[in-house]
């Protein structure tokens, strides 16, 4: 008998050690819990969404950038654990393709992951380049999320009450300064 549950492509351990020397501690985390939500929710890909949900959860930074604080995560969370019960049904089967994508990479062993996603992630780690830092963080990559209009990860924010042209500006300010 074939397992309903789809199967997430998974790298060899040295090739994903190597890559995700390039992320924080916290946002190695991130990776992980989409992952691990991913595959839970039953969905074929890592999508922005999935990286949301993990950013949220993990990263007290990421939790602190929200002007709305915890009434205004609180609901951001809501939609995000609605989506395996009805929001975000629409999304399974679907490859998240948000029209940013420009010949992404694979730049931290992101295969099965959804062009959106891993763009995000590549976008994350060009913005800790520009700093000079080497690792990216969790604000790297929920500043590019923010500033990527048609992800699903804006979709879900938006439902929140974020206004992410805000956050991503203001994240994006402060990646540059930091």
Known sequence: ??????????????????SEARLTAELTSVVAGARRRALRDGDRQVDTA????SLIETDP?????????TPQIARVLGYLVQRSIGYGLRWQGAV??????T?????????????????????ALGLAAARGDRRAR??????????????RAVEVLRRGGVDTDLLAGRLCAAS???
Do not use: I, K, Y
């Not at 008998?1 to 050690?17: E, G, N």
């Open 138 to 151: 969790g604000l790297d990559l929920l500043a590019v999320l923010a500033a990527d209009t048609e992800c």
């Open 50 to 53: 999935h990286l949301l949900h």
């Open 103 to 123: 010949g992404a990479r694979d730049p931290v062993g992101l295969a099965g992951w959804s062009p959106a996603a891993a763009a995000a992630m590549e976008r």
């Open 96 to 101: 998240e393709d948000s029209g940013n994508v």
């Open 61 to 69: 930074d990421v939790r602190a950038a929200f002007d709305g604080g």
């Open 1 to 18: 008998m074939q397992s309903r549950t789809p199967r997430v492509p998974q790298q060899t351990a040295p090739h994903r050690a190597d």
């Open 176 to 178: 540059r300064q930091a």
